[in-house]
């Protein structure tokens, strides 16, 4: 079992930036992948970024890439996501996950365990 907290949300304008950080607890935190998700009001959870265990491979959805960049520090149990030259469609609740084994997952169907989410809202 692993447990997810994220943090680091908020209200920016466009074009600014915001780390996200997402704190694991439990099992052996570099068993897992990891992958940060959205949600915008009244559309799916999307794909965002993922990272393998030892944080040798990224991958990033198109609508992300060069602006947001994918972390993980596995002494603090951490993966990170930061977010630069955002826009006001990055405006969603961001989520945190988890999945077991050393390969990334861009499906929501593909991760084991999941955190409850921070919210991030970018002002035009």
């Known amino acids: 079992q692993v447990q997810l907290v994220e943090s680091g949300g908020g209200l920016v304008q466009a074009g600014g930036s915001l780390r996200l950080s997402c704190a694991a607890s439990?099992?052996?935190?570099?068993?897992?992948?990891m992958g940060w998700f959205r949600q915008a009001p009244g559309k799916e959870r999307e794909f965002v970024a993922t990272?393998?265990?030892?944080?040798?491979?990224?991958y990033y959805a198109d609508s992300v890439k060069g602006r947001f960049t994918i972390s993980r520090d596995n002494a603090k149990n951490t993966v990170y996501l930061q977010m630069n030259s955002l826009k006001p469609e990055d405006t969603a609740v961001y989520y945190c996950?988890?999945?077991?084994?050393?390969?990334?997952?861009?499906?929501?169907?593909?991760?084991?365990?999941w955190g409850q989410g921070t919210q991030v809202t970018v002002s035009s």
């Open positions: 990272i393998t265990w030892n944080g040798g491979n990224t």
């Open positions: 439990g099992r052996t935190f570099s068993s897992y992948a």
């Open positions: 996950a988890a999945r077991e084994g050393l390969l990334v997952g861009l499906n929501r169907s593909e991760y084991d365990y």
